[in-house]
């Protein structure tokens, strides 16, 4: 989930993004799962970054609460989801 979050941050798709950022959080969260291997988690930490930076402080909140609140498919249908 947080790689799809990333591909959709360098996509320069904010909303989605942030929205998968707090699923995988929420996610990651329940099964005791974080991002550890440092490349992974310095990628991670510069594409959230990215993120924060294209949305306000308030878009960026509703968004990754949005995420946060998806139940797992839910959050694999928005990962999922192509913009065409």
Partial sequence: MVGLAGVSARRSEPERAARLFGAAQTLGDAASVTVAFPPTRALYEQDL????????????????????????????????????
């Fill in 49 to 84: 970054a990215n993120v924060r930076a294209q949305l306000d402080a308030e878009a960026f909140e509703m968004f990754w609460a949005e995420g946060q609140a998806m139940t797992v498919t839910e959050a694999v249908a928005q990962a999922l989801v192509e913009d065409i």
